[in-house]
T-cell receptor, first 112, second 114 residues
Framework: AQSVTQLDSHVSVSEGTPVLLRCNYSSSYSPSLFWYVQHPNKGLQLLLKYTSAATLVKGINGFEAEFKKSETSFHLTKPSAHMSDAAEYFCVVSYNFNKFYFGSGTKLNVKP | DAGITQSPRYKITETGRQVTLMCHQTWSHSYMFWYRQDLGHGLRLIYYSAAADITDKGEVPDGYVVSRSKTENFPLTLESATRSQTSVYFC?????????????FGPGTRLTVL
């Protein structure tokens, strides 16, 4: 069965320090991978996506993620956290156009 | 404005009543999806549709009915609402493109069943 694991349910960082949100997937196929962000009481917004082009993907708001096939990982990073980054982040894997598998989410807290 | 919209945004109903949540997209995307979001469960797929008149069950379809007579609309009906269906419901759409098949989400409907 396909699955997505977000290794941390909560991450807390100080403003200005790096952010690392971890995501691993299980698959025998080449997936499309996405990170979405959800601010409180809002919908989900696409941060970035990997679709078999460059393995290092740059997204909005300074976020980026690296696809590592050998590790089946797609970790999300940002060099310097901002208070506005506080939100919940979802890693999503897709193997075709009608199957999307969501991780359980990581809540990012940014301390001043 | 173009995009994906949901209505109502907030709904309170009583156990046993029928409720319909509306979803409308203006991109002519082929695929549309309904998810529910509950604490501790993330997003779970209720139903999806690959095109008009083509729908299929997701992970948690029981108690829900969908239809898709037009490409742009994908209503979700709770035939007899139960308290366990209190949740936030998100509609999404996607399509086959050369740049990927990401989903675009609506703003959500917060449903409370008393």
């Amino acid at each position: 069965a396909q699955s997505v694991t977000q290794l941390d349910s909560h991450v807390s960082v100080s403003e200005g320090t790096p952010v690392l949100l971890r995501c691993n997937y299980s698959s025998s196929y080449s997936p499309s991978l996405f990170w979405y962000v959800q601010h409180p009481n809002k919908g989900l917004q696409l941060l970035l996506k990997y679709t078999s082009a460059a393995t290092l993907v740059k997204g909005i708001n300074g976020f980026e993620a690296e696809f590592k096939k050998s590790e089946t990982s797609f970790h999300l990073t940002k060099p310097s956290a901002h208070m506005s980054d506080a939100a919940e982040y979802f890693c999503v894997v897709s193997y075709n156009f009608n199957k999307f598998y969501f991780g359980s989410g990581t809540k990012l807290n940014v301390k001043p | 404005d173009a995009g994906i919209t949901q209505s109502p945004r907030y709904k309170i109903t009583e156990t046993g009543r029928q409720v319909t949540l509306m979803c409308h997209q203006t991109w002519s995307h082929s695929y549309m999806f309904w998810y529910r979001q509950d604490l501790g469960h993330g997003l779970r797929l209720i139903y999806y549709s690959a095109a008009a008149d083509i729908t299929d069950k997701g992970e948690v379809p029981d108690g829900y009915v969908v239809s898709r007579s037009k490409t742009e609309n994908f209503p979700l009906t709770l035939e007899s609402a139960t308290r366990s269906q209190t949740s936030v419901y998100f509609c999404a759409s996607s399509d086959r493109t050369t740049s990927g098949n990401e989903q675009f989400f609506g703003p959500g409907t917060r449903l409370t069943v008393l």
